[in-house]
């Protein structure tokens, strides 16, 4: 993979706002960097509350599908809700369920089966809901693709509300898209082109949290509720989760969600979210977007991959303390197990992308024997080794091909695909991420058709490491690394800042950890005074080839993040290397 290391150079007088703030020119800097660049959103970046996230009725058909829910609610209607097998989708239709139930109406959930059933609405889910005697279908983090089960909904009798954040359908001619809207009861959705929520980069989850949280406000069933606002705030919480572990930009209210959300988390009451944060062992006080991101996410989206999504549904639905920590040691096992199985699958598809592949600008590589569940996780190993867009098949039950792609910046995935869509029986996704079906023996035609249309430059094919500062590593104080902290939550759209270095001069090197799995440097630096000081450093990854790197010389060049670590009740500054030459 080719990278470029890119010095961020917008520009703004960082010593005015920093005055203005009371924060540090350098964090004047990163915050320009992240583009706020007037008072109004340099404030909003650093002080926003709960109070600056959109108003729910700027949602098209959220007036419309209030009223039906509340109707049902009222004429004692039996509610069905489809969510998905993610993250999203499970924590959508927690909301959702709990929220319907506590203004007095009856509601389920149906999770599909990623493996029996395949993503979203379909056939048998609907004909099930017509026998059960369901009257109204909500789908959560999924149904705007959905419109052909939706008429056939219709049809059966039942009303349809669609709740989802997907790409809207549409097909191109003459360089004009037209766009299919489902024809249900209502259908709230920030991508639809006729929607005027400012913010469109919400998850699914989120869209149902403003669903229940309109209807906390408008309707007269909602009057009743006594603990209304700590229900919102458990809601929020799951939300904000959820938009970490869908990975959504942490930027416009996004952001403020995950910041109060966290502080939510920290101190939640839900037994099942308790018990899976004792299960994988992090420090509730010190709970990040990181430990969501990686750590808790994981065990969620586990469940959904190997087994079914009902059981991480029901872990946040348990009440009881023990049954709660039995279900989530089942999830943190069904993750090991996970990263088992993706860590042989990706190392196959490495293989066979630096091998026959190895010309190809996107990478479309077929692994039949690839648990079709792990088809995305594998396809995002590839991208981040390759800095390509990479889709990876793999055979379903019945024979036919599925596949999931991520994707870089520079090339909408979902827009590529819609280019050759005759080859799918199903797809959907966004610009950086998408699911297809297709059938048997069609792997070649869509790797050959996807390169021989793609445009993809050299330049583009190269990962931009971005630099917000470059700054000698001996400036790194403590009193930085603490005002740095008022950037979190860090994530997409927000990453923890990046600096470097030239030329720092190394005073030792040593491999440390299971299996040298953690590189320990100590480099040496002056402050800003002048004065020298040894400031130590980590790095994580081929630990075995860097260590040959930085053994065999003086001085090296560095991009690095800055953190604290403590230890023994000692807290100093320490460094992660993230790049070098």
């Given at each position: 993979?080719?990278?470029?290391?890119?010095?961020?150079?917008?520009g703004?007088d960082?010593?005015?706002?920093?005055?203005?703030?009371?924060?540090?020119?350098?964090?004047?800097?990163?915050?320009?960097?992240?583009?706020?660049?007037?008072?109004e959103?340099?404030?909003?970046?650093?002080?926003?509350?709960?109070?600056?996230?959109?108003?729910a009725?700027?949602?098209?058909?959220?007036?419309?599908?209030?009223?039906?829910?509340?109707?049902?609610?009222?004429?004692?209607?039996?509610?069905?809700?489809?969510?998905?097998?993610?993250?999203?989708?499970?924590?959508?239709?927690?909301?959702?369920?709990?929220?319907?139930?506590?203004?007095?109406?009856?509601?389920?959930?149906?999770?599909?089966?990623?493996?029996k059933?395949?993503?979203g609405?379909?056939?048998?889910?609907?004909?099930?809901?017509?026998?059960?005697?369901?009257?109204?279908?909500?789908?959560?983090?999924?149904?705007?693709?959905?419109?052909?089960?939706?008429?056939?909904?219709?049809?059966?009798?039942?009303?349809?509300?669609?709740?989802?954040?997907?790409e809207?359908?549409?097909?191109?001619?003459n360089?004009?898209?037209?766009?299919?809207?489902?024809?249900?009861?209502?259908?709230?959705?920030?991508?639809r082109?006729?929607?005027t929520?400012?913010?469109?980069?919400?998850c699914?989850?989120?869209?149902?949290?403003?669903?229940?949280?309109?209807?906390?406000?408008?309707?007269?069933?909602a009057?009743?509720?006594?603990?209304?606002?700590?229900?919102?705030?458990?809601?929020?919480?799951?939300?904000?989760?959820?938009?970490?572990?869908?990975?959504?930009?942490?930027?416009?209210?996004?952001?403020?969600?995950?910041?109060?959300?966290?502080?939510?988390?920290?101190?939640?009451?839900?037994?099942?979210?308790?018990?899976?944060?004792?299960?994988?062992?992090?420090?509730?006080?010190?709970?990040?977007?990181?430990?969501?991101?990686?750590?808790?996410g994981?065990?969620?989206?586990?469940?959904?991959?190997?087994?079914?999504?009902?059981?991480?549904?029901?872990?946040?639905?348990?009440?009881?303390?023990e049954?709660?920590?039995?279900?989530?040691?089942?999830?943190?096992?069904?993750?090991e197990?996970?990263?088992?199985?993706?860590?042989?699958?990706?190392?196959?598809?490495?293989?066979?992308?630096?091998?026959?592949?190895?010309?190809?600008?996107?990478?479309?590589?077929?692994?039949?024997?690839?648990?079709?569940?792990?088809?995305?996780?594998?396809?995002?190993?590839?991208?981040?080794?390759?800095?390509?867009?990479?889709?990876?098949?793999?055979?379903?039950?019945?024979?036919?091909?599925?596949?999931?792609?991520?994707?870089?910046?520079?090339?909408?995935?979902?827009?590529?695909?819609?280019?050759?869509?005759?080859?799918?029986?199903?797809?959907?996704?966004?610009?950086?991420?998408?699911?297809?079906?297709?059938?048997?023996?069609?792997?070649?035609?869509?790797?050959?058709?996807?390169?021989?249309?793609?445009?993809?430059?050299?330049?583009?094919?190269?990962?931009?490491?971005?630099?917000?500062?470059?700054?000698?590593?001996?400036?790194?104080?403590?009193?930085?690394?603490?005002?740095?902290?008022?950037l979190?939550?860090?994530?997409?759209?927000?990453?923890?800042?990046?600096?470097?270095?030239?030329?720092?001069?190394?005073?030792?090197?040593?491999?440390?950890?299971?299996?040298?799995?953690?590189?320990?440097?100590?480099?040496?630096?002056?402050?800003?005074?002048?004065?020298?000081?040894?400031?130590?450093?980590?790095y994580?990854?081929?630990t075995?080839?860097?260590?040959?790197?930085?053994?065999?010389?003086?001085?090296?060049?560095?991009?690095?993040?800055?953190?604290?670590?403590?230890?023994?009740?000692?807290?100093?500054?320490?460094?992660?290397?993230?790049?070098?030459?």
């Amino acid at each position: 993979m080719k990278k470029k290391w890119v010095v961020l150079a917008k520009g703004a007088d960082f010593n005015k706002i920093a005055a203005k703030f009371n924060i540090s020119p350098y964090l004047a800097r990163i915050i320009r960097n992240r583009d706020r660049i007037t008072d109004e959103q340099i404030d909003e970046f650093l002080n926003a509350g709960i109070d600056k996230m959109h108003d729910a009725a700027l949602l098209r058909d959220m007036e419309s599908a209030c009223a039906i829910i509340e109707d049902a609610v009222e004429a004692g209607a039996a509610m069905r809700i489809v969510g998905d097998y993610d993250i999203d989708g499970v924590c959508a239709s927690y909301i959702l369920k709990q929220g319907i139930e506590s203004l007095g109406g009856t509601a389920d959930v149906i999770l599909p089966e990623r493996i029996k059933d395949g993503y979203g609405l379909n056939n048998n889910i609907i004909k099930q809901a017509y026998e059960d005697g369901i009257e109204l279908l909500i789908t959560c983090d999924n149904g705007i693709a959905a419109s052909d089960e939706i008429e056939t909904a219709l049809s059966y009798g039942m009303s349809v509300i669609v709740t989802d954040h997907h790409e809207v359908p549409y097909t191109e001619e003459n360089g004009i898209r037209n766009y299919r809207i489902p024809c249900a009861d209502a259908v709230i959705d920030p991508k639809r082109e006729d929607c005027t929520y400012p913010f469109d980069g919400i998850c699914g989850a989120m869209v149902a949290y403003k669903l229940i949280s309109y209807l906390y406000e408008h309707s007269d069933i909602a009057k009743a509720i006594e603990n209304k606002q700590e229900l919102k705030d458990e809601f929020l919480s799951f939300a904000a989760f959820a938009t970490v572990g869908d990975l959504m930009e942490l930027r416009d209210e996004n952001r403020i969600a995950v910041k109060y959300g966290l502080e939510l988390l920290r101190n939640t009451r839900n037994v099942g979210m308790n018990a899976l944060i004792d299960a994988t062992r992090i420090n509730r006080n010190a709970l990040s977007a990181y430990h969501i991101g990686f750590i808790l996410g994981p065990c969620v989206n586990a469940t959904g991959r190997l087994e079914t999504a009902d059981e991480a549904l029901e872990l946040f639905e348990e009440e009881d303390p023990e049954r709660a920590a039995a279900l989530a040691a089942d999830l943190v096992r069904l993750n090991e197990e996970r990263k088992r199985m993706t860590t042989a699958f990706a190392k196959q598809a490495v293989e066979l992308a630096e091998g026959e592949y190895a010309d190809d600008k996107v990478l479309v590589v077929y692994l039949p024997d690839c648990h079709e569940s792990l088809a995305g996780i594998v396809a995002g190993r590839l991208r981040e080794h390759f800095y390509k867009p990479s889709i990876v098949l793999t055979d379903d039950a019945q024979g036919n091909i599925k596949g999931s792609g991520r994707s870089i910046e520079s090339y909408p995935m979902y827009d590529e695909l819609c280019k050759v869509s005759d080859l799918f029986t199903k797809f959907g996704g966004h610009k950086m991420a998408a699911g297809l079906s297709m059938p048997a023996g069609t792997a070649d035609e869509l790797r050959m058709r996807l390169n021989g249309s793609c445009t993809l430059t050299e330049e583009d094919l190269t990962e931009k490491m971005q630099i917000d500062i470059p700054l000698p590593v001996g400036y790194v104080d403590l009193d930085l690394v603490r005002q740095l902290s008022r950037l979190e939550p860090y994530g997409v759209a927000n990453p923890k800042p990046l600096f470097a270095q030239k030329d720092v001069p190394i005073r030792s090197a040593r491999l440390m950890g299971r299996d040298n799995n953690v590189l320990k440097l100590s480099l040496a630096g002056c402050d800003a005074s002048g004065r020298e000081k040894a400031v130590d450093a980590v790095y994580f990854g081929d630990t075995e080839k860097a260590y040959d790197f930085f053994g065999n010389r003086d001085s090296a060049s560095i991009l690095y993040q800055a953190g604290i670590n403590e230890y023994n009740g000692n807290v100093s500054v320490q460094l992660t290397i993230k790049d070098y030459m």
